[in-house]
């Protein structure tokens, strides 16, 4: 439509040392890359999200719906709709928007394209419906939580906190509830 647009990313991340560590409560040293995703978005009054990715069909979730579908295993929309559940289970408002997008985050390769898809997702949440509000750390866990409840996926908290915080970070993953994260 005609509607302003907003410009959001995410980075890829590659750990530096401690790789797996935050699953046994360690340290790890993670650098965001230069690869990133990036979504043109658009709010709109619908209760609905709606994402295209490039290459991909579009993608719709019923925010007013946002409870886990078993059919969705495995796929970007268990990640969309896990994303915002458990941000809105957190506090926070989602609401519909429309989103474009690209990344040159390879898929496979070890950068986070998952992780970095989630943190997208969240940046975007935050931006639109809680004026940036949503801490870096809140948007990791809800992709965290995203991947291992809705898509089905264990994992830990490293590759979204890199990705969340960006730059060279370090996290301290003692207390895995609310790891330590430093620049």
Known sequence: GRAEAGVYSAPG????????TDHQQGMVLAAAVNTDAVAVVG????????????????????VGGLEKK????DTS????????????EKGYRVGGFNAYITSDVLIGAGLSSSAAFEVLLGTVISGLFNGMGIAPLEIAK???????????????LMDQTACAAGGL???????PEAPAVRK
């Open 142 to 156: 809800a992709g965290q939580y995203a991947e291992n409840v809705f898509f089905g996926k264990p994992c830990g």
């Open 13 to 20: 991340r590659s750990e530096v040392s401690g790789n797996h």
């Open 70 to 73: 078993d059919s969705e295993a």
């Open 43 to 62: 709010y709109h009054g619908e209760n609905k999200i709606r994402v295209v990715s490039e290459g991909y069909e579009m993608i719709e979730v019923d």
């Open 77 to 88: 929309a268990a990640i969309i709709r896990g994303t915002a559940f458990g941000l809105r």
């Open 169 to 175: 970070v370090f996290i301290d993953f003692e207390h």
